[in-house]
C-alpha cells in the first residue's frame, strides 16, 4: 500500500530495519509527554511511538502509522516542563493543564516561566 505521510527517517529506518512493511493507519493518537520525550501510544500494539512535530506518527514494534495529535497548548507545556531539572520530572498527559504543570513547579521549587525568561517562583523560593 503506497500513502503520502511524512516521516522521521530514524523511526522509518527502525521500522524498516526487519524487512516490516509500514501500514497506515487512519485513526490518530494522541501526544504525550514522557520523561521530556513526546510520545503516543500504538492501538493496534500498545507499543510506544515517538512523536515529532509536522510528522506521521510510526509504531516501531507494528510499522502502524497514524495522525499525530497535538495539544493547543504544546509551546507552553514544552516552556514549564523544560524548566525541570531532572528529565524523570518532565512529563505531561491531556488531562492536565498548564496552570497544573506550573503548579506542580513551584511545590517541587523549580523555576516557572514568566513573560519570555525564567524565573523563581517566590513560594518556591521562601521554601528553601
Known sequence: ?????????PVEVLARQDGRELTEDRR???????????????????????????????CPDCG????????????A????????????????LPHETVQMLVAENVAHGDRIPVAGRTARSET???AR
Not at 67 to 74: A, F, I, K, L, S
Open 1 to 9: 500500500m503506497t500513502f503520502n505521510v511524512r516521516l522521521s527517517r
Open 28 to 58: 490518530t493518537v494522541v501526544a504525550y509527554v514522557n520523561h521530556g520525550r513526546w510520545l503516543a501510544n500504538c492501538p493496534h500494539c500498545n507499543g510506544g511511538i515517538p512523536c515529532y512535530q509536522d510528522r506521521s506518527g510510526v
Open 64 to 75: 502502524h502509522v497514524y495522525r499525530v495529535g497535538w495539544p493547543d497548548e504544546r509551546k
Open 77 to 92: 507545556i514544552e516552556a514549564v516542563l523544560e524548566l525541570r531539572h531532572l528529565a524523570a520530572n518532565q512529563n505531561w
Open 124 to 126: 518556591a523560593q521562601g
